[in-house]
Nanobody, 122 residues
Framework: QVQLVESGGGLVQTGDSLRLSCAAS????????MGWFRQAPGKGREFVAT???????DYADSVKGRFTISRDNAKNTVYLKMNSLKPEDTAVYYC????????????????WGQGTQVTVSS
């Protein structure tokens, strides 16, 4: 079982930046593809960004150029740096892990954190 704990959310203004962190309990963290997903009130959970064990990345079109996902395998941690935040980025952000090779599908992720709230005021 992989346990994931997110941190770094908060209330910010439009244009501000935040960095989310996700610490994993699994010592073989490096073999998992890690993803960030988000869920806004009344909406389904959606893909934001993913990173493979070799640091290949994928981004949703809505965040491309503004968000950066990275991982530090030595620290069992994945990050999401979010720049130029917009009110539409407001959501609960979830970290997730998958044993697949490369995927952005919510249903392919086996382990999930508890989520961290990000609120962007206009």
């Amino acid at each position: 079982q992989v346990q994931l704990v997110e941190s770094g959310g908060g209330l910010v203004q439009t244009g501000d930046s935040l960095r989310l962190s996700c610490a994993a309990s699994e010592p073989t963290f490096s073999i998992y593809i890690m993803g960030w997903f988000r869920q806004a009130p009344g909406k389904g959970r959606e893909f934001v960004a993913t990173i493979t064990w070799s640091s290949s990345t994928d981004y949703a079109d809505s965040v491309k150029g503004r968000f950066t996902i990275s991982r530090d395998n030595a620290k069992n941690t994945v990050y999401l740096k979010m720049n130029s935040l917009k009110p539409e980025d407001t959501a609960v952000y979830y970290c997730a892990a998958s044993g697949r090779l490369r995927t952005t599908s919510v249903s392919d992720y086996d382990y999930w954190g508890q989520g961290t709230q990000v609120t962007v005021s206009s």
